[in-house]
């Protein structure tokens, strides 16, 4: 079974839609973080939480938000989906024991938005 | 704030040695990365450095270090059409644990 799971894998929705990315993971991690990536533009950080109780922006977090209900689970929403948010999201972990223990990514969640 | 550099785009036959280059600007940038992605998944890591160090190799890949004038470099020796991925470079500042990542190379491997 994979470590770090995303649901739903692929997503196609309307314009002004909420949709929620779901994250989970069986690594035990205390941090967890959510990228989007777009052909050309690389991984960009959108929110991390270090715990259950700690949420953080990044670089790009305007239009999103994130719950931690759990240690093993960390959700993405969109409150109001507009088409510039299509785009490939991948949910990752890490453990807080050195950046050599480096992040391990989810496969993926291709989200369309019309 | 941080950038890290890399081509978009490298084609290479297969058998012959495929380099992927990148550069930051961070100058304290304590780890270095390379994570690869296939088609259809997420990242992996396949090798990080030191800042303190300028080489280490594994197996058929080697990383290069220059860092006075912050340059990271893989090579991959005899590459395969397996080895056909986006390659990301990426930089973290230590104490920091969120790595900065650049845009990817895609390495295209052809006959």
């Known amino acids: 079974d994979a470590d770090v799971t995303q649901t739903p894998r692929n997503r196609i929705t309307k314009t002004g839609k909420r949709i929620m990315l779901e994250c989970s993971q069986t690594?035990?991690?205390?941090?967890m973080y959510w990228y989007r990536q777009d052909p050309g533009l690389g991984l960009r950080l959108i929110y991390y939480?270090?715990?259950?109780?700690?949420?953080n922006k990044g670089e790009i977090s305007d239009g999103y938000s994130v719950s931690r209900q759990a240690q093993a689970k960390f959700s993405l929403s969109l409150e109001s989906a507009i088409p510039n948010q299509t785009a490939l999201y991948f949910c990752?972990?890490?453990?807080?024991?050195?950046?050599?223990?480096?992040?391990?990514f989810g496969p993926g969640t291709r989200l369309t938005v019309l | 704030g941080e950038d890290v550099e890399q081509s978009l785009f490298l084609s290479v036959r297969e058998g012959d040695s495929s380099v992927i280059n990148c550069t930051y600007t961070d100058s304290s940038s304590t780890y270095l990365y390379w994570y690869k992605q296939e088609p259809g998944a997420g990242l992996q890591l396949l090798t990080y450095i030191f800042s303190n160090m300028d080489m280490k190799q594994d197996q058929r890949l080697t990383v290069l270090l220059n860092k006075k004038d912050k340059h990271l470099s893989l090579r991959i020796a005899d590459t395969q059409t397996g080895d056909s991925a986006i390659y990301f470079c990426?930089?973290?500042?230590?104490?920091?644990?969120?790595?900065?990542f650049g845009r990817g190379t895609s390495l295209i491997v052809h006959p």
């Open positions: 939480s270090f715990d259950v109780k700690d949420i």
């Open positions: 690594k035990g991690h205390d941090r």
């Open positions: 990426a930089e973290m500042e230590g104490g920091s644990y969120i790595p900065t």
């Open positions: 990752a972990t890490s453990t807080r024991s050195g950046p050599t223990d480096t992040q391990y």
